[in-house]
T-cell receptor
Framework: EDQVTQSPEALRLQEGESSSLNCSYT??????LFWYRQDPGKGPEFLFT???AGEEKEKERLKATLTKKESFLHITAPKPEDSATYLC??????????FGGGTRVLVKP | DAGVIQSPRHEVTEMGQEVTLRCKPI?????LFWYRQTMMRGLELLIY????????DSGMPEDRFSAKMPNASFSTLKIQPSEPRDSAVYFC???????????FGPGTRLTVT
């Protein structure tokens, strides 16, 4: 059974304090690993897709990386508007996404 | 382009009543997914459709839940009868064939009292 574990559950940062979120996964045949951002009261917003180990994607202050067992979402010099829950998901066989529990990030000014 | 559209955004109903949630996927997307999100269980896939045909409904919790997709631009998720444990946020998502990223709607917050 596909499993996705995210850590930490919550992260409190000062503005400008860079950090990383972890997503560990166990799947048989990874077709893609996805990062989403979810703001309170809204649906998950797609950020990145990573397909193979060694791949990296960047968007503004966010950078996602992938290894054979885990993915990291690096937040560089975060701003208060980066506060959100970040969700990781994997797609293995079929068309289903299996989501992790998310990391709640709070960036204080 | 408009994103995934869901209605209503909020629904409050009494136990035993029928609830119908609605979704309009992004135009051109041929996969549609229904999810439920709760604090305890996170995001769970309930059912998904491909070209309007239900492919996998193994996540539907009970026979009280049913979903239909009568055409490419509309889907419903129905709960009958509703129970307090059905209270959650229900999301609809869609994607194009050939790409695996899904795009989510704003969700319907359901409260069953």
């Amino acid at each position: 059974e596909d499993q996705v574990t995210q850590s930490p559950e919550a992260l409190r940062l000062q503005e400008g304090e860079s950090s990383s979120l972890n997503c560990s996964y166990t799947v048989s045949g990874l077709r893609g690993l996805f990062w989403y951002r979810q703001d309170p009261g809204k649906g998950p917003e797609f950020l990145f897709t990573l397909y193979s180990a060694g791949e990296e994607k960047e968007k503004e202050r966010l950078k996602a990386t992938l290894t054979k067992k885990e993915s990291f979402l690096h937040i560089t010099a975060p701003k208060p508007e980066d506060s959100a829950t970040y969700l990781c998901a994997v797609n293995a066989a079929g068309n289903k996404l299996t989501f992790g529990g998310g990391t709640r990030v709070l960036v204080k000014p | 382009d408009a994103g995934v559209i869901q209605s209503p955004r909020h629904e409050v109903t009494e136990m035993g009543q029928e609830v119908t949630l609605r979704c309009k996927p992004i135009s051109g997307h041929d996969y549609l997914f229904w999810y439920r999100q709760t604090m305890m269980r996170g995001l769970e896939l309930l059912i998904y459709f491909n070209n309007n045909v239900p492919i996998d409904d193994s996540g539907m919790p009970e026979d009280r839940f049913s979903a239909k997709m009568p055409n490419a631009s509309f889907s419903t998720l129905k709960i009958q009868p509703s129970e307090p444990r059905d209270s959650a946020v229900y999301f609809c998502a869609s994607r194009k064939g050939g790409a695996y990223e899904q795009y989510f709607g704003p969700g319907t917050r359901l409260t069953v009292t």
